[in-house]
């Protein structure tokens, strides 16, 4: 197995790892609960031209007590119906200052003896109920809506049939990237500009500027930034990739757009990730807050869940770091014995080589022969003829010359 292989099996174990924990992340327009717990966030969405739509909806129902709380949230005001049974009640009040501002906005919900909802920019909270419903199930509504997610990011599920439509500020600079599964080729939607997103594989990145289009390769998180920005007569938007922000890409537009969507070709499915978002915390009280409500237990696996794609990417780095210096070191020692030891047929003929071992086992098993019988060696004499056949000696000189002896 070579370490190219296990390089790029490390990456795509560490990529798929990464995402698995981000799913609370993933942005839509509608959320349903089967239970609502102690203390909950929600980042939703604020457009800035429309100060009286609604940005954020919560329905509480509990179908055993025939109950039900429905609060639709603008910039503006807060608008509660509370209904049991055929009683029904509604009541309306304006949020103090200027109310909420544009932008990501992130709200806290709490639920226990009261129903209380906080917005960040907003010192009091926006709703202060009894928690008389006694919510089985939540249903929360809202523009690019996520439900507990603490990073700094949103991810978008795309697809040729599902689009996604991310809000723009403004001018500024929107750091964004695809990822996929299999070679895609994304279209972003400026205004009424298109721009495919292609591969070079000269610089290695993103671009729109390629005569022959190439998707983008699959298990690659691949980065590119647009910047927007109002020039005297128009308004325009620059795609930005590599490491030098090289221009790739440029849409001139006459008017400041509000959103650009992303959608796939040829039934391609992806994800784009809008990173880098800025957003205060909403304020839940002294004695309310969410790091209270869930406990030093549930901050400390929150981190661990936070930090485990860093620790899993190093831990497998180091394996394969391992491994290969490992493989290494058998390389060069099998080497070095393999220079060092001289080949014996080169010094010695394979006939005398054998012919050696023989004579040397030989002479072993003789010696040992006659240590048993505790006679020592001695050289070996001649044969000689006896003179006369029936010589009683023969026997005992014979029985003797076996170990090399002499009679006596």
């Given at each position: 197995?070579?370490?190219?292989?296990?390089?790029?099996?490390?990456?795509?174990?560490?990529?798929?790892?990464?995402?698995?924990?981000?799913?609370?992340?993933?942005?839509?327009?509608?959320?349903?609960?089967?239970?609502?717990?102690?203390?909950?966030?929600?980042?939703?969405?604020?457009?800035?031209?429309?100060?009286?739509?609604?940005?954020?909806?919560?329905?509480?129902?509990?179908?055993?007590?025939?109950?039900?709380?429905?609060?639709?949230?603008?910039?503006?005001?807060?608008?509660?119906?509370?209904?049991?049974?055929?009683?029904?009640?509604?009541?309306?009040?304006?949020?103090?200052?200027?109310?909420?501002?544009?932008?990501?906005?992130?709200?806290?919900?709490?639920?226990?003896?009261?129903?209380?909802?906080?917005?960040?920019?907003?010192?009091?909270?926006?709703?202060?109920?009894?928690?008389?419903?006694?919510?089985?199930?939540?249903?929360?509504?809202?523009?690019?809506?996520?439900?507990?997610?603490?990073?700094?990011?949103?991810?978008?599920?795309?697809?040729?049939?599902?689009?996604?439509?991310?809000?723009?500020?403004?001018?500024?600079?929107?750091?964004?990237?695809?990822?996929?599964?299999?070679?895609?080729?994304p279209v972003v939607m400026l205004g009424d500009r298109t721009r495919v997103l292609?591969?070079?594989?000269?610089?290695?990145?993103?671009?729109?500027?390629?005569?022959?289009?190439?998707?983008?390769?699959?298990?690659?998180?691949?980065?590119?930034?647009?910047?927007?920005?109002?020039?005297?007569?128009?308004?325009?938007?620059?795609?930005?990739?590599?490491?030098?922000?090289?221009?790739?890409?440029?849409?001139?537009?006459?008017?400041?757009?509000?959103?650009?969507?992303?959608?796939?070709?040829?039934?391609?499915?992806?994800?784009?990730?809008?990173?880098?978002?800025?957003?205060?915390?909403?304020?839940?009280?002294?004695?309310?807050?969410?790091?209270?409500?869930?406990?030093?237990?549930?901050?400390?696996?929150?981190?661990?869940?936070?930090?485990?794609?860093?620790?899993?990417?190093?831990?497998?780095?180091?394996?394969?770091?391992?491994?290969?210096?490992?493989?290494?070191?058998?390389?060069?020692?099998?080497?070095?014995?393999?220079?060092?030891l001289p080949d014996i047929k080169e010094k010695i003929p394979e006939p005398i080589?054998?012919?050696?071992?023989?004579?040397?086992?030989?002479?072993?098993?003789?010696?040992?022969?006659?240590?048993?019988?505790?006679?020592?060696?001695?050289?070996?004499?001649?044969?000689?003829?006896?003179?006369?056949?029936?010589?009683?000696?023969?026997?005992?000189?014979?029985?003797?010359?076996?170990?090399?002896?002499?009679?006596?």
């Amino acid at each position: 197995m070579s370490f190219k292989f296990l390089l790029k099996l490390c990456l795509l174990c560490s990529t798929a790892f990464c995402f698995q924990f981000k799913k609370d992340c993933v942005a839509g327009r509608h959320f349903e609960t089967d239970r609502i717990a102690t203390s909950w966030d929600i980042r939703v969405w604020a457009p800035r031209e429309d100060a009286d739509a609604r940005i954020l909806t919560l329905v509480s129902e509990n179908e055993a007590r025939l109950s039900l709380r429905k609060i639709d949230i603008t910039r503006t005001e807060v608008h509660t119906l509370f209904i049991r049974g055929s009683h029904r009640v509604k009541n309306s009040s304006s949020i103090p200052g200027d109310g909420i501002p544009p932008g990501w906005r992130e709200f806290r919900v709490t639920s226990d003896s009261r129903f209380k909802v906080w917005v960040t920019g907003v010192e009091e909270p926006l709703v202060d109920v009894d928690d008389d419903v006694g919510a089985e199930r939540v249903v929360v509504r809202g523009s690019n809506v996520t439900i507990n997610c603490r990073e700094p990011f949103f991810i978008w599920n795309v697809s040729e049939d599902q689009e996604a439509t991310l809000p723009l500020g403004g001018p500024g600079r929107y750091d964004l990237a695809v990822f996929s599964r299999s070679p895609s080729s994304p279209v972003v939607m400026l205004g009424d500009r298109t721009r495919v997103l292609s591969w070079d594989p000269e610089f290695s990145m993103v671009t729109t500027f390629a005569s022959e289009p190439r998707p983008l390769p699959a298990f690659v998180q691949h980065n590119f930034t647009i910047e927007c920005s109002q020039a005297e007569n128009h308004f325009k938007c620059d795609v930005l990739a590599g490491q030098n922000e090289t221009l790739v890409g440029s849409a001139s537009l006459p008017d400041e757009i509000d959103a650009l969507s992303i959608h796939g070709s040829h039934a391609e499915n992806f994800i784009v990730i809008l990173r880098g978002i800025i957003y205060e915390e909403a304020t839940a009280g002294d004695n309310s807050s969410l790091e209270e409500a869930d406990g030093p237990l549930v901050d400390w696996l929150n981190g661990v869940l936070s930090y485990s794609p860093l620790v899993f990417n190093a831990l497998l780095v180091v394996a394969v770091a391992v491994l290969y210096v490992k493989n290494k070191k058998i390389k060069m020692v099998n080497e070095s014995l393999r220079r060092q030891l001289p080949d014996i047929k080169e010094k010695i003929p394979e006939p005398i080589i054998w012919r050696h071992l023989y004579w040397e086992f030989l002479n072993l098993f003789k010696n040992g022969r006659c240590r048993r019988s505790g006679i020592s060696q001695a050289p070996k004499i001649p044969e000689k003829n006896p003179l006369n056949p029936n010589d009683e000696d023969m026997d005992e000189g014979a029985a003797i010359g076996d170990c090399g002896g002499d009679a006596d």
